[in-house]
Structures are given as structure tokens and as C-alpha cells.
């Protein structure tokens, strides 16, 4: 059926087409369709994971795709071969919402090659029964056995897709990775006794939680963290990195009485990472929270509030410093940031030691792939 437009749509949708051409134009390098978390959304981790795949692959003209724009932009990439390459970057993209499904579907005819790196899985262990949600990893099996790479987030992302039958998949970590600095951070540079703590907003639109355990009883738990930390003379920052999450942070912060320091960052890796970089231990929710402390060598705590947050920690063989949100406690938190306060250097290289390989990994694996589509 013949779609009618209003005129406010039809021009939009024309000047969606022609900015697409002079995009094409303009980029001399072959160009590639990222999908990825949603850009510019006051949300710092799919920010830095659109940054990420930038660098992982600079012989290319990144080009971000939502595949929601419409049937006019897939036909004029179509048409004018506007994408050799399309690139499924990080976020929990597989299995997670039937529009990334839809978005993969539609993306993979409008490039010569298709490839997926750093992506997560989603795990049914968490989200089975929840609602609005049902597995399908059987129904991305053929798209991602059509892909030239599939390299997910952590090792439960491999087998939650070998389990439905795909065979052609490893585990690559998450693009973020390639941000963490080649050195290690001065010490002069790192503030004895500080704690950056991320908290975060975890419900569905109808208001159900989705997170291991209760939102309330994980306020509790950080509120008496911060204050533990605060009255041991510890300087306590607040670290908010998707805009949706300050005002949870507020509470948190003002209910332990350590609101003087909070810092929102939701474009700027750079500046997250001069900021977090400074802190003794970081114990953060958000992956990515945790994830670019990591980058900057800060010895984290990671709150498990989905399987996610595990499958990164995972990957980086640092499990047992992954605490799933249902089994915190503040008190056993606290004795492990101060056993790592106490020794920062080798807590930093011992982070240094599972975070360089990994990223010096991906920049090979990166170089690999590209190579080989270009071969073909």
C-alpha cells in the first residue's frame, strides 16, 4: 500500500535523502553503517562505543544507521551504494528488542559486507518472563551467519549463540576497550582516598523493575557505602552517565550526605576518563560507568544489574569483582576497595595486565576483518 505523506513528512523525508547523499559525497573513505546504541541521547557509554568503532576501523567513513528512517533512505543507499561495509558495534543489540532485529534485517542488503563487534547477547536467565520480551536468538541466527565477523561482547554472549547453533562467533570484549590509555596513570595524579560510586535508573516504561533484586534496596546499600567511606574520611564523587540517572543519583547522594561532588558526562569519553581517572576505586552499576574507570586503570567494583554487566567483567577474567545488585553489600564492598586503596600501583597493573591484551586484540582482530572483507 501507497504511503501518504502530510508535507511536513514528505519534506522531511527529502531532506533525509539528499543529507544522506552529500554525506556519501563528502566521505571520501569507504563508508560503513554503524548501528549501535542510540547517539545523542544524553547516554555517555553509546557515545563511546560510536567512538570506539571509529578507531577500531579508521579506513573507514563511520556513518551512524538507525534503519528507522524509512524506505526512501534504504533505497537511496541502495541505489547509490552509499555502504560497502555495516558494522553491528556494542550495546546489547542481539536478542534484546525486536527493532534491532529489524534494523539487522534490513541493513544487511544495503552493504558488500556486514560484520558484528563487541555486541552483547541477551541473556534469558534475566529477562525471560519479563514483559514485552521473548527470546529470539533462533530468528538472528541467519542473519548473523551472513555477517563476514561476529565477535560478541564476553564469553556468555558466545554461548548463549552456540547454543541456538551458530558456530562462527568468538568473544572480542567490548569496543571500549580500544579507549583505555597504552600506560599506566601517573600516581602523582590519583587522589588518595577517593570513591567514585555510579548508580542508575533500571525500569521498564510501565515502571517494573529490571534489575537483579529491588531499585530500593540497592539505594540503601550505596547510601551506607558512601556514608561508610565518608565518615572513614574518604572524599566520595558521584558519577552520572546517562542524563535519566541524576535524579536517582541525587537521592543517593544527599541521603548519605555527599552531594558536594557530582559530575555528569554524557558525550565526552575524554573528560569521563579525566575525571574517574583520578579515583582511588570506582563501584559503579552502569557497565560503562565501570567500563571507562576500567580504561583509565581504576580498580571497579562492578554491580551486576543484568547478566551484561557480567559477561564484560568476564571477558576480562575480572568475575570475582563482579557483584550481581540482589547479593551487595556495602560492608564487603568496603573491605575490598580498602584492601585495593592500600596497594593502588598493583591493583592499576594488575587491571593494566587484563585490559591491554584484550584491547591490542581487538585492534588486530579490526585490522584482520577489514582486510579480509577488502580481499574479497
Not at 8 to 20: E, G, M, S, W, Y
Not at 95 to 119: C, Q
Not at 156 to 161: C, K, T, W
Request: hydrophobic residues 40%.
Amino acid at each position: 500500500m501507497l504511503k501518504i505523506y502530510t508535507m511536513k513528512q514528505l519534506i522531511k523525508r527529502v531532506k533525509q535523502v539528499a543529507d544522506l547523499a552529500r554525506q556519501s559525497r563528502d566521505i571520501k573513505q569507504p563508508h560503513m553503517a554503524y548501528m549501535g546504541g542510540w547517539l545523542g541521547f544524553d547516554n555517555l557509554g553509546d557515545e563511546a562505543i560510536f567512538n570506539a568503532a571509529e578507531i577500531l576501523f579508521p579506513q573507514c567513513g563511520m556513518m551512524p544507521y538507525s534503519g528507522r528512517e524509512g524506505f526512501e533512505i534504504a533505497l537511496t543507499a541502495k541505489l547509490l551504494k552509499v555502504f560497502k561495509y555495516s558494522l553491528m558495534g556494542g550495546g546489547t543489540l542481539i536478542n534484546r528488542l525486536p527493532v534491532t532485529l529489524d534494523r539487522a534485517v534490513k541493513s544487511l542488503p544495503l552493504a558488500k559486507h556486514s560484520l558484528v563487534f563487541g555486541s552483547g547477547v541477551a541473556n534469558p536467565a534475566f529477562w525471560t518472563g519479563r514483559e514485552d520480551w521473548h527470546d529470539a536468538r533462533k530468528k538472528w541466527v541467519p542473519v548473523l551467519e551472513k555477517c563476514d565477523y561476529v565477535g560478541v561482547r564476553g564469553p556468555l554472549s558466545v554461548e548463549l549463540l552456540k547454543d541456538v547453533g551458530l558456530t562462527n562467533v568468538e568473544p572480542i570484549g567490548d569496543p571500549v576497550l580500544i579507549l583505555a590509555d597504552d600506560f599506566l596513570p601517573n600516581e602523582n595524579d590519583i587522589h588518595e582516598k577517593t570513591i567514585g560510586l555510579n548508580i542508575g535508573f533500571a525500569k521498564d516504561s510501565f515502571g517494573n523493575p529490571q534489575l537483579w533484586g529491588s531499585q530500593g534496596k540497592l539505594v540503601e546499600e550505596m547510601v551506607t557505602l558512601a556514608k561508610i567511606a565518608s565518615q572513614a574520611g574518604w572524599k566520595v564523587h558521584w558519577f552520572v552517565v546517562w542524563k535519566k540517572d541524576m535524579d536517582i543519583t541525587l537521592e543517593a547522594a544527599k541521603q548519605s550526605g555527599t552531594e558536594g561532588n557530582i559530575h555528569q558526562e554524557y558525550y565526552d569519553y575524554n573528560k569521563y576518563l579525566e575525571l574517574v581517572s583520578k579515583m582511588s576505586v570506582f563501584v559503579g552499576m552502569k557497565l560503562h560507568s565501570v567500563a571507562l574507570a576500567m580504561c583509565g586503570y581504576v580498580p571497579s567494583v562492578m554491580l551486576e544489574y543484568r547478566p551484561k554487566c557480567r559477561d564484560f567483567m568476564m571477558s576480562l577474567d575480572q568475575q570475582d569483582n563482579n557483584i550481581r545488585t540482589d547479593e551487595f553489600r556495602a560492608d564487603d564492598v568496603w573491605e575490598k576497595v580498602k584492601a585495593w586503596d592500600a596497594d593502588r600501583p598493583q591493583a592499576s597493573r594488575l587491571l593494566y595486565d587484563a585490559i591491554r591484551p584484550v584491547a591490542n586484540r581487538q585492534k588486530q582482530r579490526a585490522l584482520e576483518v577489514f582486510n579480509a572483507m577488502e580481499g574479497k
